[in-house]
């Protein structure tokens, strides 16, 4: 059973940084595609960014090209998401997911919180 736990939200002003990490067990971790997601109520849910089950291979949305890098660390089942330059636009609930469910809430975690302030 997929068990997800995200962390590292908080208040943050605009231009600063987080790391978010999500805490893996229930499943075969470094055998899975992870994805980072984020919504935000009312909207849709936005794509982040992919990293492969090995690490050596990452795919991001043009929106945070540049500013959001996904790493992941199988020996500890975890997965990141190093925010940088962040937005007021990039307030939102992020979550974590096997990429291949990330459009499945039934997957994601309880989320992280994050609040970008103008």
């Known amino acids: 059973q997929v068990q997800l736990v995200e962390s590292g939200g908080g208040l943050v002003q605009a231009g600063g940084s987080l790391r978010l990490a999500c805490a893996a067990s229930g499943f075969a971790f470094e055998a899975y595609a992870m994805s980072w997601v984020r919504q935000v109520p009312g909207k849709e849910l936005e794509w982040l960014a992919d990293i492969n089950h090995t690490g050596d291979t990452t795919y991001h949305a043009d929106s945070v090209k540049g500013r959001f890098t996904i790493p992941r660390d199988n020996t500890k089942y975890t997965l990141c998401l190093q925010l940088r330059s962040l937005e007021p636009e990039g307030t939102a609930v992020y979550h974590c997911?096997?990429?291949?469910?990330?459009?499945?809430?039934?997957?994601w975690g309880p989320g992280t919180q994050v609040a970008v302030s103008s």
């Open positions: 997911a096997p990429t291949e469910f990330h459009h499945n809430s039934s997957y």
